[in-house]
């Protein structure tokens, strides 16, 4: 089955940066849009990033001009760069497999303080 394994989160202050990943098995990866999604305590989950299988990216407008998603098909694996980070980039991030995503990874934590 799908399997999704995100690393790369931590403790960063503000304007700091961070490299997420994502290490995906059992698909064909390079055939699957990927997505990066965080959720805040006490609010929903919200779409960050999406990376279409031809490389086409969307963010989120909160995020644009500070993040980038990229992917590396040899590896099966999903990056998001996070720059100039603010504490209300803090959240649980996850990434999913699809433009609609029906696999999730079990979550990496960022928190950035001010």
């Known amino acids: 089955q799908v399997q999704l394994v995100e690393s790369g989160g931590g403790l960063v202050q503000a304007g700091g940066s961070l490299r997420l990943s994502c290490a995906a098995s059992g698909m064909i990866f390079s055939s699957n849009a990927m997505g990066w999604y965080r959720q805040a305590p006490g609010k929903q989950r919200e779409l960050v990033a999406r990376?279409?299988?031809?490389?086409?990216?969307n963010y989120a407008d909160s995020v644009k001009g500070r993040f980038t998603i990229s992917r590396d098909n040899a590896e099966n694996t999903v990056y998001l760069q996070m720059k100039s980070l603010k504490p209300e980039d803090t959240a649980v991030y996850y990434c999913a497999v699809g433009l609609v995503p029906r696999s999730w990874g079990q979550g990496t934590q960022v928190t950035v303080s001010s």
């Open positions: 990376i279409t299988r031809g490389g086409s990216t």
